[in-house]
């Protein structure tokens, strides 16, 4: 019997959707590391950064939990940094997840290994990354000129939302950690999203080093298109338009692209449509210097949101399995020996 030898997969993004990548990956004998985004500031992130002085961490707790086992005592205790507290004036909307990292930091001196710490107590199959330790805020020009500053306010825009974003960038620049450039430089396989476009994969692309990286990656690179548009970042977007925003950054650098099949049911739809989005329209050519990949990897249950939380969430995602097991023929695909 030939022993399957383990590769080096990243995934780069943030929020639910590095969320369902990682907990499908999981499963497969092969290394993960996560990279996140460090640039939230929404939510129980925005209580983080203005009274405990932390980086955001909502990101990074969603990735513990994704590569946690789920069963026994380690299961209830990622039970337990799933929680969103739903009752009390100051602790209404925050994860306990996020207040145990904030007080492990206090004990240690150190988020940073706070962070490796908490890895550890969830026992965790794999690595997360944060893309940078630097205290940055996202700023997005719009095309009439004006300037938003912070990252929950681009992800839930107050303005007319179908305005396009022109420039995005970190102020002050934020440098990579050591360790996100390494784990790219070793990958056999980079995933890019999904994700919102704007909110949770870009940000990790304009940290300094990270883009650069990519670009001279041995690695399998894949991006995973969004299902749905998103009001104030990707209205009105195709895939082609998801391709092109990330070829701002990273050039040509993509070598698989994979683009759902399943129809979103009209009772989902409809309910997008309030929001001004819709499902994203597979516009890309069938010849491209990219693969392009079609396969049924929208999950078919809608999501319920937990008691507490403040945000809007998005009501389907992919399906863990399914996804997973694309991405995982890929590679396979592309091993080299």
Known sequence: MVKTQAKRIVTIGGGTGTFVVLKGLKYYPHHLSAIVTMADSGGSNKRLRDEFGLLP???????????????????????????????????????????????????????????????????????VIPVSFTKTNLFATYEDGHVIREEHLIDEPRHDGRMGIVDVRLKPKAVASPEAIRAIQQADLVVLGPGDMYTSLVPNLLVDGIPQALRRATATIVYVVNLMTKYGQTYGFAASDHIRTLERF????????????????????????????????????????????????????????????????????????????VLIDILTKEAKP
């Open 57 to 127: 961490t909502s990101d990074i707790r969603q990735s513990f939990v994704a590569l946690s086992e789920e069963n026994g005592g380690v299961g209830l205790l990622r039970r337990l940094f799933m929680y969103r507290f739903a009752k009390g004036r100051g602790l209404r909307g925050m994860t306990f997840g996020n207040l145990f990292m904030a007080a492990l930091s206090d004990i240690l001196g150190s988020q940073a290994e706070a962070i490796r710490q908490t890895g550890k107590v969830l026992r965790i199959r794999g690595t």
């Open 250 to 325: 990273i050039g040509k650098s993509i070598d698989y692209t994979i683009v759902n099949t399943v129809p979103i049911p009209a009772r989902t739809l409809a309910v997008y449509a309030k929001y001004h989005e819709q499902a994203v329209a597979d516009d890309l050519p069938d010849k491209a210097y990219y693969h392009v990949v079609r396969a049924a990897v929208a999950s078919p249950a809608e999501v319920v949101k937990s008691p507490g939380d403040p945000l809007v969430r998005s009501l389907i995602r992919h399906d863990s399995e399914r996804l997973s097991q």
